[in-house]
Nanobody
Framework: QVQLVESGGGLVQAGDSLRLSCAASVRTLFPMGWFRQAPGKEREFVAAIDCHGTTSYSNSVKGRFTILRDKDKNTLMMQMMGLKPADTAVYHC??????????????????WGRGTQVTVSS
């Protein structure tokens, strides 16, 4: 089973940018995505890319975040711009094995990384 390791989180100010990375232990062509979980809240969909390279974003990050996939390096990235305090959360990378489509529900994704903390101060 593929293992995922996230990196790139940190403490930034509102309006700053960050680039998250997710390294997969093996090459996978299945959909990959980012979810986030703030304290006391459920894990929510942020962005994902399917088998064909089609991307999808939550309304809260559309236009500010960009998801990218480097298949040769087994890496998923997410460029985050115009960060807001509401973006503060642990960001998790995920793989949806056995499918070629994106799901907005975390329960539909079967492999998860441990996450990287993003904190945005006002």
């Amino acid at each position: 089973q593929v293992q995922l390791v996230e990196s790139g989180g940190g403490l930034v100010q509102a309006g700053d940018s960050l680039r998250l990375s997710c390294a997969a232990s093996v090459r996978t062509l299945f959909p990959m995505g980012w979810f986030r979980q703030a304290p006391g809240k459920e894990r929510e969909f942020v962005a994902a890319i399917d088998c064909h390279g089609t991307t999808s974003y939550s309304n809260s990050v559309k236009g500010r975040f960009t998801i990218l996939r480097d298949k040769d390096k087994n890496t998923l990235m997410m460029q985050m711009m115009g960060l807001k305090p509401a973006d503060t959360a642990v960001y998790h990378c995920a793989v949806r094995s056995g499918s070629c489509t994106i799901s907005y529900f975390s329960t539909s994704w079967d492999t998860w990384g441990r996450g990287t903390q993003v904190t945005v101060s006002s």
